[in-house]
DNA sequence: CTGAAAGCGCTTACAG
DNA sequence: CTGAAAGCGCTTACAG
């Protein structure tokens, strides 16, 4: 069937083009009884705008790209929820990239930036060197960016941006770990290249140097961002010859795999060892023991950056360049205790 | 700055936009001196086509909509995987809308159908009763719905979907509790009015009636699809004059919930109380104890719905309206054991 | 208050 | 192999 268009409905009522338009954009503009006729034609007919011809016109699509490691991971889930939450408010839908855990090349991740027409681009802790050519461009055609709970890269480093102190949480809760007593701390880590624990891992590195502790070839291990991964890198650091007392993981979602693998070794948490998330995703509070853990405002986080994202697309550039930092907060529970004696 | 169109490339290569065009979509129909000529000029002015343009003209968005109850659910990450990888490979990109487990009403949904112009829809478990008129309209815009997870509802049956057979699947997990000595057997459903777990409870009626079970008033206990929800059903049929042996939780993500409410509440799951989830999410597999549960194939429930999406996009139209079953598997681990005596 | 017309940036028959 | 021109469905000054 053919699809009904503006000129339908217009042809109906007997007026113009313009003036249907009229009546759906400014229909304060128009006489009340043209815009009954029309109204009636409408409905008739079951006209909707044309989208992309609506976009196309207007020269935005109401829509905003967000790149981020994974869907999958529920600290993320619970920014897109935030993002989500603002933005819906204002008419806008959500484009979402995944580029696996940062394991996408610049070229692939760049065309996306390039190509798809969205009004902007959050980048979530998607941050790794873009070409500058990549950026120049967007530069250049005003899409705003903004970045979301990681410290920028160099090459990103004009882009607003919202997170935490990433390096000072991270040494918190090494601190906090050490004020239960512990001195051989490991920690678990992303894979290599991924921006997503690279300051965590920074200011474990500063808490463990601050108290003089040292930290012995291997107790940096790969967790990879998943449960499998931390698995392995639990086991490793179980059979490590300096076995560590506790393990600071470097998101939540290792934490529960740091907690199964103790398990698995017949271990218990935290009486034989502590484990230190660091997100407080849902699952902290339900795990076996609930998750001690390094919350992040992830709602909060999503809302601050979707607002200035729509402040940037409003002010067809982006208004506030500045990092915006928000809180983060130790979540005592039951997973880490004092050393084993 | 001013935005680089075709134009701008064409002045600058003396030929025509024609030209410029032809090197992008159909380089081998333009002479090889031309078309470098092309090349540069687009290289030199950084020129990318406008893609809002070009998908008006097209006709099409390489947009697909996927509306799912919560993004959150790990559950549906899984599908949202396999739906990416196939669509992915094609040039697609995807929109995700949220129906925040079908608490949006019809028209909220509705409006989103018709409004947003992607070039088909995928509906997972978020089937409730739009209005004809939406469907109506959907069909005449010739944009191809397909469903996904879930039985479809009356209104959607000439909708092609994939999905397991829910009913089957609850059907066998009730039996295999059963066959563990169970005979007092709750269940945690959804919200009332979520698609999410109704043939499921279906199902587990349909068993505990075979097997001449009683299923006192009670025993089906709303858990809202989340922890906390499912927290308190748990304690709610702890309370229960009739303390049920073991239960049968809708979904994964609340048999999480009552495996911390059972602890809780001192409780050694399996030997004080049995619990069995649904979908088999990676978390399921760690959880403490190991969760016993109906998996369901999420990436391939993804992947085959998207496949068929594309094909109904490429068709114009949905080619197969038949429901697709993919298996579901009981995966035995440690959250079940035989009642207490 | 309404209409005629230009134009958004492309693609694509149609000529040549 | 290339160009001139139409047209995709809207919105929006500009007249009247």
Redesign the interface.
Known sequence: ?K??SIKTVAELAGVSIATVSRCINEPDRVREKTRVRVQEAILQT?Y?P????R??RR?H?N?VMVVLPS??D?FF??V??GI?SVVDAEGY??????TQFNTMNADEVGA?L????ADGVILLASIFPFGS?VL??AG???QPIVIGCETISAALAGFPSVHIDNVGAAREATAYLQAQGHTRIAFITAQAGSMLTRDREAGYRAAMEAAGLAVPEGWVAEGDLS?DGA?RATQALLDHPERPTAIFCGNDEMA??A??AA?AAGLDVPRDLSVMGFDDI??A????PPLTTMAQPAELIGERVARRMLDAIEAGHATNREAEIVPHRLVVRDSVGPPPS
Chains 1, 2 share one sequence.
Do not use: K
């Open positions: 069937m699809q009904v079951g909707e044309n989208t992309i011809a976009s196309f020269g699509t829509l869907v999958g529920p889930t619970g897109l929820r989500r839908s959500l484009i979402i990239s995944e996306m390039v190509t798809r027409q050519a120049e461009r250049r055609r005003a449960l698995i529960l795999g907690l199964h398990r849902r699952y509070a339900t795990a076996s």
